[in-house]
């Protein structure tokens, strides 16, 4: 049995550290949100609002007419083009979720320090930058093509958001296993 644990120490490291490492950050955050029930500065929550925020600039940088208001019956930010209610932006929009499975599998992949803090700091802010520019996508895209609203919102943009969790998973597991190559040989 102990042959088999040091066989395959490294699947097992690297299952503990991102189990270990998602479950921890998800419970951080779902603290966040349930302290965030109560707030009414920033509704629903903090990153909600600042990301139906700044989409909503992108969005008007692009030249349309954009307007805000919560969500009556639910914790979500209405989102209006042209005068028109289009979209609701809710927690799941915001990239939290998203951002902790990137962070989690990084960290299963832990490199040098530095390299590792910066890399996800690096992923973090472009996982939040692309998540901000899908969101105005979407909205546009479903003002501009109201007929293919599914498709954009159920295939095309979390393609987008999930494809580059992955594309930044596969350069770092290439750049980490080079590090390691280049440590084993100093």
């Known amino acids: 049995m102990l042959q088999l644990f040091k066989k ?15 479950f921890l950050l998800s ?5 966040y949100l349930i302290y965030s029930e109560n707030q009414t500065e920033f509704y629903p929550d903090f ?13 008007e940088f692009l030249g349309y007419s954009i307007k805000l208001e919560p ?12 005068g028109t209610f289009l979209v609701r932006v809710v927690e799941g929009c915001n990239s ?17 320090k530095r390299a590792t803090f910066f890399y996800i700091l690096a992923g973090i802010v472009f996982i939040y930058t ?3 520019i ?12 109201p007929q293919y609203s599914a498709v954009m919102h159920d295939i095309v943009f979390p393609l987008i958001i ?25």
Not at 8 to 22: C, N, P, T
Not at 134 to 145: P, S
Not at 162 to 184: A, H, Q
């Open 8 to 22: 395959y120490s490294v699947v097992i490291r690297f299952i503990a550290v991102f189990l270990g490492s998602y």
């Open 134 to 145: 899908r969101i105005a996508l979407l909205t546009i895209g479903i003002y501009e093509y």
């Open 71 to 82: 969500h009556e019956t639910e914790s979500a930010v209405k989102v209006f083009v042209e």
């Open 96 to 112: 939290i979720s998203v951002i902790i499975l990137f962070v989690s599998f990084i960290l299963s992949f832990f490199a040098k």
């Open 47 to 59: 990153f909600t609002n600042i990301v139906s925020r700044q989409s909503a600039a992108i969005m």
């Open 162 to 186: 999930y494809g580059t969790v992955i594309i930044l998973w596969i350069f770092w597991v290439r750049v980490y296993s080079n590090l390691e190559k280049n440590e084993s040989q100093v």
């Open 27 to 31: 419970v951080l955050y779902n603290a």
């Open 130 to 132: 692309i998540n901000l």
